[in-house]
């Protein structure tokens, strides 16, 4: 499974962005797909994640209410819409894929990786 990410750019604090990855390859049998955030000096977080083939969908308490995963399985992509945006948001975004049950907030659990999208929220 290669998984493309892109969407991130530069935007000013309570703006928004969307972020898209495509999943191209074996997409058959993935369960889950995630975001994940790392800036600069600190470890990669769980930012969202939702079922491949379902509607549940789980989110890093920073980021509830202000964004939001979705999915077009005709397209083979996921989607993160970033509103009210924050300087704290500023991070590399990679997206991730994993063909096991449950859905897991932990890095370490999923399989594949995008390579990356820088997202800079300016105040």
């Known amino acids: 499974v290669q998984l493309q990410a892109s969407g991130g750019g530069l935007v000013q604090a309570g703006g928004s962005l969307r972020l898209s990855c495509a999943a191209s390859g074996r997409t058959s049998g993935l369960y889950a797909m995630g975001w994940f955030r790392q800036a600069p000096g600190k470890e990669r977080e769980f930012v969202a994640a939702?079922?491949?083939?379902?509607?549940?969908?789980y989110y890093a308490d920073s980021v509830k209410g202000r964004f939001t995963i979705s999915r077009d399985n005709a397209k083979n992509t996921v989607y993160l819409q970033m509103n009210s945006l924050k300087p704290e948001d500023t991070a590399v975004y990679y997206c991730?894929?994993?063909?096991?049950?449950?859905?897991?907030?932990?890095?370490?659990?999923?399989?594949?990786w995008g390579q990356g999208t820088q997202v800079t929220v300016s105040s």
């Open positions: 939702i079922r491949w083939s379902g509607y549940d969908t």
């Open positions: 991730a894929a994993d063909r096991r049950y449950p859905i897991s907030t932990s890095v370490h659990e999923y399989d594949y």
